[in-house]
C-alpha cells in the first residue's frame, strides 16, 4: 500500500489539543504512520511537502513535523507532468487549489491508495474528481479498521 499525508495531515499532531476531533486525528495519523512502518507499507514525500512544512511559522512545530516526516517517508511520489498538467487544471476546477492541488497530483502520480488530510474543503472537493487516490481523513480510514 502506498500512502501520502499532506501537510495539515503532517501537522495534526502538533496543532493545539483544544477539541477531541483535533487530538483524534493527530492519533489517528500516528497510527498510520507506525502501522505502515510496521507492515513495509510506503510513505510517500514530496518537494511540495517540503517546501510546505518549511513554512510553518512556528520554530517549534516546525522542528516537530519536520523531524516526524522525515523519519516516516519511505520513498519520494513520482512527477508525471502529463497527469500534473490534466489533474492539476480539474483539481483547480474543481476547487482543489494551491498546494493541495500539488498534493494531489504527487499521489495520483505515484499510484498512491490513500491521500490523507484534515482539510474539509480539500476532503470535500476532491470527491468531485474522479481519481484513482481516495482522498480520506486519517480517523475514517482507522475508524473504518483499514489499518
Request: charged share 25%; hydrophobic share 40%.
Amino acid at each position: 500500500m502506498k500512502i501520502y499525508i499532506d501537510t495539515c495531515g503532517w501537522s495534526r499532531p502538533y496543532d493545539e489539543k483544544t477539541q477531541q476531533k483535533v487530538i483524534d486525528e493527530g492519533a489517528a495519523v500516528l497510527k498510520i504512520v507506525k502501522q505502515a512502518r510496521r507492515r513495509g507499507f510506503t510513505i510517500l514525500g514530496s518537494l511540495t511537502l517540503e517546501d510546505e512544512i518549511s513554512e510553518i511559522d512556528d520554530a517549534e512545530v516546525h522542528v516537530w513535523v519536520a523531524n516526524l516526516y522525515k523519519a516516516s517517508v519511505t520513498a519520494e511520489a513520482d512527477y508525471n507532468d502529463g497527469i500534473f498538467t490534466s489533474l492539476r487544471s480539474q483539481a483547480e476546477d474543481a476547487g482543489v487549489g494551491g498546494w493541495d492541488a500539488y498534493h494531489l497530483c504527487y499521489a495520483e502520480s505515484s499510484k498512491a491508495d490513500y491521500l490523507f488530510t484534515v482539510d474539509k474543503k480539500f476532503l470535500k472537493n476532491a470527491s468531485k474528481l474522479n481519481t484513482n487516490v481516495k482522498v480520506m481523513n486519517p480517523l475514517t480510514f482507522v475508524q473504518g479498521g483499514l489499518i
